[in-house]
């Protein structure tokens, strides 16, 4: 079956650093748009960041830019955000997404993992 399957959540510090991974089950996702979504209690889920499936191009929401940084690894089928200088506003569940498009939506992506918490202390 084709799956998304995210690790790397946990609790940081504000300031701190934490990566996340995503690892898809079949390599047809290296001819996919990945990116990062993520939702806080009671929100809606907000695009990230996204890569496109040659690493080539990247997006990023303008409350990570700077911050963040996405990165692929089609040989490994592995999608990953690595985020520095965490603001407790960053606490969230973070899900993985592939699409077909570089600029992901909830209404254009394929494919969903199922998330991974990430909490931002102060």
């Known amino acids: 079956q084709v799956q998304l399957g995210e690790s790397g959540g946990g609790l940081a510090q504000t300031g701190g650093s934490l990566r996340l991974s995503c690892a898809a089950s079949?390599?047809?996702?290296?001819?996919?748009?990945l990116g990062w979504f993520r939702q806080a209690p009671g929100k809606e889920r907000e695009f990230v960041a996204s890569?496109?499936?040659?690493?080539?191009?990247?997006i990023y929401a303008n409350s990570v830019k700077g911050r963040f940084t996405i990165s692929r690894d089609n040989a490994k089928n592995t999608v990953y955000l690595q985020m520095t200088s965490l603001k407790p506003e960053d606490t969230a569940v973070y899900y993985c997404a592939a699409g077909r498009f570089l600029r992901l939506g909830p209404s254009t992506v394929s494919y969903w993992g199922q998330g991974t918490q990430v909490t931002v202390s102060s």
């Open positions: 079949e390599r047809t996702f290296s001819t996919y748009v």
């Open positions: 890569i496109s499936w040659n690493g080539g191009s990247t």
